[in-house]
T-cell receptor, first 113, second 112 residues
């Protein structure tokens, strides 16, 4: 069964304190791994898509990396406005065109000023 | 830039009533996904459509149905509403290449 596990569940950092969020996955053929940011009561905001092991993408203070088993979202020198829930999701491939995108439970990130 | 539009943003219904949620995709997006998100929960996949045909089905109750129309917008129909159906309902849309899936702002359904 396809599965996505994120850790930690919650993370509190001081402003400027860099850290990483983890997303481990088991899927039958990875078509894509997505990172989203979600603020309370709002829809997930797209951040990155990664397709193959070794791929990296950056956006401002965020950098996402991918291996065959997991992805990391590195946050460098975070600011209070980076506080949000970060969701990891995977889309698995199959001959039957398995379209669903499966989400992990997210990491609630809180940056203290 | 145009985004995914969901309507209504908020909806209050009584038990056993019916609700219809609408999702208007980004132009040229032909794939729609529906998700249900309870308080403090991750989004749970309900159903998806590609080119107006159902492409996958998740944990969608039999009381719910959905379709995608010729203009690619989608509607989620929910009947015999229960208190436990109260949640945020999101749709996301993408193109066939699935390089990015963008979410709408959601519909907050409250069943009383």
């Amino acid at each position: 069964e396809d599965q996505v596990t994120q850790s930690p569940e919650a993370l509190r950092l001081q402003e400027g304190e860099s850290s990483s969020l983890n997303c481990s996955y088991t899927v039958s053929g990875l078509r894509g791994l997505f990172w989203y940011r979600q603020d309370p009561g709002k829809g997930p905001e797209f951040l990155f898509t990664l397709y193959s092991a070794g791929e990296e993408k950056e956006k401002e203070r965020l950098k996402a990396t991918l291996t065959k088993k997991e992805s990391f979202l590195h946050i460098t020198a975070p600011k209070p406005e980076d506080s949000a829930t970060y969701l990891c999701a995977v889309q698995a491939g199959s001959v039957n065109r398995d379209d669903k995108i499966i989400f992990g439970k997210g990491t609630r990130l809180h940056i203290l000023p | 830039a145009a985004g995914v539009i969901q309507s209504p943003r908020h909806l209050i219904k009584e038990k056993r009533e019916t609700a219809t949620l609408k999702c208007y995709p980004i132009p040229r997006h032909d794939t729609v996904y529906w998700y249900q998100q309870g308080p403090g929960q991750d989004p749970q996949f309900l159903i998806s459509f590609y080119e107006k045909m159902q492409s996958d089905k998740g944990s969608i109750p039999d009381r719910f149905s959905a379709q995608q129309f010729s203009d690619y917008h989608s509607e989620l129909n929910m009947s015999s509403l229960e208190l436990g159906d109260s949640a945020l309902y999101f749709c996301a849309t993408s193109t066939e290449g699935h390089t990015e899936a963008f979410f709408g702002q959601g519909t907050r359904l409250t069943v009383v």
